[in-house]
C-alpha cells in the first residue's frame, strides 16, 4: 500500500520538485533562498501558515548550504511535525451501539464513495456496518448508496426521495440498535446553493440523534475533495463553523497536484485527519499515515 500511496502523491511531488528545482544547488541558505522556499512551498499548495512555520524551522537548522536531496528530506520531517497532531484514526468502539457518523460535504466531494470504502475499512476491523441515506435530495444519491451498500454487504435504509432525512436516521438508530450493529453511517445532502436549508437540516437530523443518545453524533465527517485546492479550506471553514466537524476525510489525492493541501488544512485548523482517499475502488480509502504521507508529498 506504502507504494500505492507514493504513487498517489507523484503528481504533487512532482509539483513541489518542480518548484523547489534549482533553489538550493549552488547558493546558501541566505534570506532570499528561504524567501524562495517559502514561495515554492505556497506554491505547492502547502498554503501560507505552514509555509511560513517550515521556512522558518529550515533557517533555525542553520545550514550554510544544502543539496536538493538534502532540502526534500527537510521538506519531508517538517511535514510530518504538521501531519502527525492531526493523524487520528477513526475510533467506533465504545457503548451503547451504535457509533454514529455523520458525512457531510459538498456534492461531488466523494461523500458516497468514502462512505462505501469507509464501511469497508470498519468491516475489516470486525464491525457491522448500517448505512443510512440521508441525502434525500438526489434520488441518484439514494441509488449510489445502494449500490455501495450491495459492493461492501452491507445493509442501507433508504426513504423516497425529498423525504425527512431526519427520519430517516431516527429509523436508522432504531434498526442498528435492534439488530446489533455497531456503527451507522450516515450520508447527508451538500446542496451549498442553499446553505442555509442544508445547515437547518444537519441541525434537525443531530437533534434527532441527541435525542435517541446524547454522545451521537459521535462523528460529523468532512468529505473535501482534494483537487479543488484551497477551495477545501474555505469549506472546512464554513461546515466547521455551522456543522460542528469532528474530522476530516480529504478524497482524490490519486491524480491530483494539489495534495499540499492536505498540509494546510492540518496547519490551519487543526481537525483530526482520519483517513485520506487515492481510489474509486473499496480499498482506495487508508488510514492518515502521517510519515508515509510527508515522504509520499515531499518525493
Ligand atoms: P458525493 O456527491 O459527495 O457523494 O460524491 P461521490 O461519492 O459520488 O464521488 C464523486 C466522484 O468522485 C465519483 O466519480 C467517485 O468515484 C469519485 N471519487 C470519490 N473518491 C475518490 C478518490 O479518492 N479518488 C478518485 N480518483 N475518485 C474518487
Keep these: 500500500w506504502l507504494e500505492r500511496l507514493t504513487g498517489g502523491f507523484k503528481k504533487t511531488a512532482d509539483r513541489l520538485g518542480e518548484n523547489i528545482s534549482g533553489l538550493v544547488t549552488e547558493q546558501a541558505l541566505d534570506t532570499a533562498t528561504l524567501d524562495d522556499i517559502e514561495e515554492a512551498l505556497i506554491a505547492s499548495d502547502l498554503g501560507p501558515e505552514a509555509s511560513k512555520r517550515i521556512r522558518e524551522s529550515i533557517a533555525a537548522r542553520r545550514y550554510e548550504q544544502l543539496d536538493e536531496r538534502g532540502l526534500r528530506t527537510i521538506l519531508a520531517e517538517e511535514i510530518e511535525k504538521i501531519l502527525a497532531p492531526v493523524a487520528k484514526p477513526l475510533d467506533v468502539w465504545g457503548f451503547p451501539r451504535p457509533h454514529v457518523i455523520l458525512v457531510i460535504g459538498v456534492n461531488g466531494s466523494g461523500k458516497t464513495t468514502t462512505i462505501g470504502k469507509l464501511g469497508h475499512l470498519l468491516q475489516e476491523q470486525d464491525y457491522g456496518v448500517l448505512l443510512a441515506a440521508g441525502d434525500t435530495f438526489r434520488a441518484a444519491a439514494i441509488e449510489q448508496l445502494k449500490i455501495w451498500g450491495e459492493r461492501i454487504n452491507a445493509p442501507v435504509i433508504s426513504g423516497k ?66 483537487t479543488t485546492g484551497q477551495n477545501a479550506l474555505n469549506q472546512i471553514e464554513v461546515f466547521a463553523r455551522d456543522a460542528g466537524v469532528t474530522g476530516l476525510v480529504m478524497t482524490k489525492l490519486d491524480g491530483t497536484a494539489r495534495g499540499g493541501v492536505l498540509v494546510a488544512a492540518a496547519e490551519r485548523f487543526g481537525l483530526p485527519i482520519h483517513a485520506i482517499g487515492v481510489g474509486e475502488g473499496v480499498d482506495d480509502l487508508r488510514p492518515f499515515d502521517p510519515r508515509a504521507v510527508a515522504r509520499a508529498i515531499a518525493g
Design 161 to 226: 426521495e425529498g423525504g425527512d432525512a431526519a427520519g430517516i436516521v431516527y429509523d436508522g438508530v432504531k434498526q442498528a440498535t435492534a439488530t446489533g450493529i455497531d456503527a451507522l453511517i450516515v450520508d447527508t445532502a451538500g446542496r451549498l446553493q442553499n446553505k442555509a436549508h442544508l445547515m437547518d437540516e444537519l441541525a434537525k437530523v443531530r437533534r434527532v440523534l441527541g435525542r435517541l443518545n446524547p454522545e451521537a453524533p459521535h462523528d460529523v465527517i468532512l468529505v473535501l475533495d482534494a
